[in-house]
Each structure stands twice: as C-alpha cells, then as structure tokens.
C-alpha cells in the first residue's frame, strides 16, 4: 500500500440544531470548506479525482451535489457512506485507501450533517388504523423502535454502573471539557480550523462550546429516573461540516512536502447494540492487538467524540489513557455532536494539533476513536510527518 498524506483540514463552527445553521443545506454548508481546504493546500479544484462523505441524514447521494456546487469536475466519483456517527472518519479512510491502492493522486473525503434542512422520515403504519409517526434519525440503527434518545442513555446508564461512574464524575468531566474548549477559544487554536460561513463573530466559535459554573449541572434532573445521566453531561446532536485532503506521496513532494497526517493504522469492530458505549474501547484495544509495541496509555493525543462523560471516562479507565491526553480542546460535550461529520471533526482535530500547532508543541502520534450506534467502534492511529 503507498503512503497516503493529509496535507489539510478544515470545518465548520458546530451549530445546534435550529440554529447556526439552520437555514443551510448540506451543499451550502460543505461546499465552502472544501474551497478552504484546497486553497490551503494550493491545489486546483481540477485535480480532485474523488469525494468520499459520511452522511446520516440527507438520503440520496448528497456528495454528488456537494462536489458539483463546490465546483469539483463533473468526472470525478463521488460517494455518501453511512456507518452513523463512524460515517466521516470512514470515509477518511476509504480515501486513503484509493491512494493506497493508487487508484487516486488526490482525494477529499468528511462527514457533514446539515440536521436542520435535512429531509422528515416517517414511518409506515403498521395497519391502516396506525397513526403515522416521525422517525429520530437514530431508529433503528440502535435495534430500538421506540426512540434511540432512550435506548442511549441506559446503554450510557448501564456503562456508568459497569465502571462505578458516579453522576459527580460525569459532571465533573463535562465542565473540564466546557473549560477546555474556552480555553482553546481564548487562545485561537480554533482560528485556522473553522471555516467562517459569514464575516460575524459566532461563524468562527462551535455554537455550544459556553463557560458554565460547576453550580449549573447540578439542577440537571436526570434523563432516565434516578439516573446519572443528564443533559449537561451528555452530547446533544448538531450539525457541521468537515473535510480533509488526502494526496499520494508524489503529490505530498511536488507541493514541498507540507506537514501532514500519515495513517499508522485503523480498527473497526461491532458489539451488540445494548453495547454501544463500549465499542470506543474495543475498537482501541483491537487496534493495540493489531500494532504490537504500541503502548495505547502512552499515546499523548486521544480525540474522541463522546456521547456521554460516562462513556469517555470509561474509556480513559479501561486503556489507561491520561486525562489531559484526551480531547485537550474539549469534546463533543462542550462543541455538540454532528452525527455522521462528528469522527471527521476529530481528524481536523489532530491536524490542528499535529499539523499546525508550534513544532515544539506537536505530538508524534495521535489517535481518533468513538462508539456509533448501533454498536460499532472505529478507531485510527496517525503519525506526523
């Protein structure tokens, strides 16, 4: 397989659903992201030779739609992969696949949800006496029909008892990742990452990410009675884009070798559905069996897209992972979580961290990881050129 090189990432703010942007379409919203990135890497948009994106929601092919308004060449492929919240980091890989394979010099590959505009799904009654009901995006993939929001939190529920996670802890967790985010803010570590939509303050700072106090989770009644947890300690869904370019080694030395994310492996693995919050640490403990000398507690850098504090703290407790080696800028706690763009988000994360970041200050290894629905873990390790 030849080497694969991410030479530059880019996305949106985060936006609740509803909000930032709600009048968006999944074109509007994408297209602009992918301008940046090949303007960051100074490649011509006539080069791009394949778009892979991760989608949950908008039905159809949209990345066909999006490279067309994004003015890609109407020759090129282009494919909408749906794996739930795994979409976008699996597209990622699939574009590295091609350049591995060498069936592709240079290709962009994400996740993008545009949740508010995305088409209503209503499920066929039964019988002609059944009232029709609106289906959540999450049916379904969980095996559950009668709501996934439920479903999550006692898989969360259960997850927390399993680990003796105690509400305090979750909390505690959530207002760390709220601090880390505006941290990250106040020091412009989201500067070069997020593609403003518009020329106004709130197009460049992820729509949730806020400064709450520790008093603010504790009136937060739980979502399942008598539970741990809440809506203040969990990931609420919303809607963003991100995208990557992906080039082949010749391609990496004809632009003066520009830092980049090499893939240094990937492991993908199901568990049952009633399992969802612990594929995350499947999915990382497969790739440790798969990279012998590879110290999964060492690794400095771990992104990851939580559901919930409970199931990051699960994590961190069942693989040894450092507190300030995850998500050092916040999670999906604080910035929200963009269902099929939100493992995209992660890669643009690293990058940041890997790529742009001071060369004193870069790590050598990073690692992306997150539990899907429906029970499935997905996990990528990246190395820094």
């Given at each position: 397989m030849r080497?694969?090189?991410i030479?530059?990432?880019?996305?949106?703010?985060?936006g609740r659903?509803?909000?930032l942007?709600?009048?968006?379409?999944?074109?509007?919203?994408?297209?602009?992201?992918?301008?940046?990135?090949?303007k960051?890497?100074?490649?011509?948009?006539?080069?791009v030779?394949?778009?892979i994106?991760?989608?949950t929601?908008?039905?159809?092919?949209?990345?066909?739609?999006?490279?067309l308004t994004?003015?890609l060449?109407?020759?090129?492929?282009?494919?909408?992969?749906?794996q739930?919240c795994?979409?976008?980091?699996e597209?990622?890989?699939?574009?590295l696949?091609?350049?591995?394979?060498?069936?592709?010099e240079i290709?962009?590959?994400?996740?993008?949800?545009?949740?508010s505009?995305a088409?209503?799904?209503i499920a066929?009654?039964?019988?002609?006496?059944?009232?029709?009901?609106?289906?959540?995006?999450?049916?379904?993939?969980?095996?559950?029909?009668?709501?996934?929001?439920?479903?999550a939190?006692?898989?969360?529920?259960?997850?927390?008892?399993t680990?003796?996670?105690?509400?305090?802890?979750q909390?505690?967790?959530?207002?760390?990742s709220?601090l880390?985010?505006?941290l990250?803010?106040?020091g412009?570590?989201?500067?070069?990452?997020?593609?403003?939509?518009?020329?106004?303050?709130?197009?460049?700072?992820?729509?949730?990410?806020?400064e709450?106090?520790?008093?603010d989770?504790?009136?937060?009644p739980?979502?399942?009675a008598?539970?741990?947890?809440?809506?203040?300690?969990i990931?609420?869904?919303?809607?963003?884009?991100?995208i990557?370019?992906?080039?082949?080694?010749?391609?990496?030395?004809?632009l003066?070798?520009?830092?980049?994310?090499?893939?240094?492996?990937?492991?993908?693995?199901?568990?049952?559905p009633?399992?969802?919050?612990?594929?995350?640490?499947?999915?990382?403990?497969?790739?440790g069996?798969?990279m012998?000398?590879?110290?999964?507690?060492?690794?400095?850098?771990i992104?990851m897209s939580?559901?919930s504090?409970?199931?990051?703290?699960?994590?961190?407790?069942s693989?040894?992972?450092?507190?300030?080696?995850?998500?050092p800028?916040?999670?999906?706690i604080a910035?929200?979580?963009?269902?099929g763009?939100a493992?995209?988000v992660?890669?643009?994360?690293?990058?940041?961290?890997?790529?742009?970041?001071?060369?004193?200050?870069?790590?050598?290894?990073?690692?992306?990881?997150?539990?899907a629905l429906g029970?499935?873990?997905?996990?990528?390790?990246f190395?820094?050129?």
């Amino acid at each position: 397989m030849r080497p694969g090189y991410i030479i530059a990432a880019r996305r949106t703010a985060i936006g609740r659903i509803g909000g930032l942007h709600r009048q968006r379409r999944i074109e509007d919203l994408t297209a602009p992201v992918i301008h940046e990135v090949l303007k960051d890497a100074g490649l011509a948009a006539s080069r791009v030779e394949r778009f892979i994106l991760g989608n949950t929601s908008a039905g159809g092919n949209p990345a066909r739609l999006i490279a067309l308004t994004a003015g890609l060449p109407e020759t090129i492929s282009a494919t909408t992969m749906d794996q739930q919240c795994a979409s976008g980091l699996e597209a990622i890989l699939a574009g590295l696949r091609l350049i591995g394979t060498g069936e592709a010099e240079i290709v962009l590959a994400g996740g993008a949800e545009a949740l508010s505009m995305a088409p209503w799904r209503i499920a066929k009654p039964r019988n002609v006496y059944q009232t029709p009901r609106f289906v959540d995006i999450g049916d379904g993939a969980s095996g559950n029909d009668d709501g996934a929001d439920n479903h999550a939190a006692e898989i969360g529920e259960a997850l927390a008892r399993t680990n003796a996670i105690s509400r305090q802890q979750q909390d505690d967790f959530a207002l760390r990742s709220h601090l880390k985010a505006s941290l990250a803010r106040d020091g412009k570590r989201f500067l070069k990452e997020i593609v403003a939509l518009k020329t106004v303050a709130e197009e460049t700072r992820d729509q949730s990410s806020g400064e709450p106090a520790a008093d603010d989770f504790q009136d937060v009644p739980p979502i399942v009675a008598n539970g741990t947890l809440t809506a203040a300690n969990i990931s609420a869904p919303h809607e963003g884009a991100a995208i990557v370019l992906v080039v082949s080694e010749a391609v990496w030395l004809e632009l003066g070798k520009p830092p980049a994310l090499k893939l240094a492996g990937s492991a993908s693995v199901g568990t049952g559905p009633a399992h969802d919050g612990e594929a995350a640490i499947a999915a990382m403990q497969r790739l440790g069996k798969q990279m012998p000398g590879l110290e999964l507690a060492a690794l400095p850098l771990i992104e990851m897209s939580e559901s919930s504090a409970a199931e990051a703290i699960a994590l961190c407790k069942s693989l040894g992972f450092a507190d300030e080696a995850l998500n050092p800028d916040g999670g999906a706690i604080a910035r929200g979580h963009p269902l099929g763009a939100a493992s995209a988000v992660l890669v643009v994360r690293l990058f940041t961290r890997m790529a742009r970041a001071k060369a004193s200050e870069r790590p050598k290894l990073g690692a992306a990881v997150l539990s899907a629905l429906g029970g499935q873990g997905i996990a990528a390790l990246f190395e820094r050129t």
